[in-house]
């Protein structure tokens, strides 16, 4: 069997398992979590979630790219949500390279550089600064209640970023 083939299996005893329930196509605690793609953050288990409780918007640093502000600007006029968490994390892959050179690796190996921002970063608290900064500059975006957070993947531990310190600074 595949590794497909695997999961494929697993979901079957998934379904024959969880029986039929139907949530809401709204989300219950009308949140929308902003936060990065890595496999080590369980943010359902690290803050007690359920299905159908909050949007999740995954991108590689939790970044506020148009496509993400595209999902909170959904979430919010079509879906009910109100509060947005920005959660970046300790040890993120974007800490471990340069943008200029790995545009210019880029360029190198396609012949272009990306035509977007890859995200790389040296202070996770300032890139959760700057991404509040993004959305608050966004006019499609409420942010009247938006707070920013760092989690521990060696822990769990979720530590908020003080907003206010900082937040016009230039990354």
């Known amino acids: 069997?595949?590794?497909?083939?695997?999961?494929?299996?697993?979901?079957?005893?998934?379904?024959?398992?969880h029986g039929h329930r139907e949530l809401a196509t709204e989300p219950a605690l009308r949140l929308a979590v902003l936060?990065?793609?890595?496999?080590?953050?369980?943010?359902?288990?690290?803050?007690?979630?359920d299905?159908?409780?909050?949007?999740?918007?995954?991108?590689?640093?939790?970044?506020?790219?148009?496509?993400?502000?595209?999902?909170?600007?959904l979430s919010q006029r079509l879906l009910g949500t109100r509060s947005i968490m920005v959660i970046h994390h300790s040890r993120c892959g974007l800490e471990a390279f340069e943008e200029e050179a790995l545009q210019?690796?880029?360029?190198?190996?396609?012949?272009s550089r990306a035509p977007f921002r890859l995200g790389a970063y040296s202070d996770v608290?300032?890139?959760?600064?700057?991404t509040v900064?993004?959305?608050?500059?966004?006019?499609?975006?409420?942010?009247r209640d938006v707070r920013g957070f760092v989690f521990s993947v060696d822990d769990g531990d979720l530590r908020e970023v003080s907003l206010d310190e900082?937040?016009?600074?230039?990354?």
């Open 51 to 73: 299905l159908g409780q909050v949007h999740l918007i995954r991108n590689a640093g939790g970044i506020a790219t148009d496509d993400a502000i595209r999902s909170l600007l």
């Open 35 to 49: 936060t990065c793609m890595d496999s080590r953050l369980d943010l359902f288990g690290a803050l007690g979630l």
């Open 133 to 143: 900064r993004t959305l608050r500059e966004s006019p499609f975006v409420d942010t």
């Open 1 to 17: 069997m595949s590794t497909i083939d695997d999961l494929l299996a697993h979901n079957r005893a998934y379904v024959a398992g």
């Open 125 to 130: 608290d300032a890139d959760v600064r700057a």
């Open 104 to 111: 210019g690796e880029l360029e190198g190996a396609f012949g």
């Open 166 to 171: 900082g937040l016009f600074e230039t990354l």
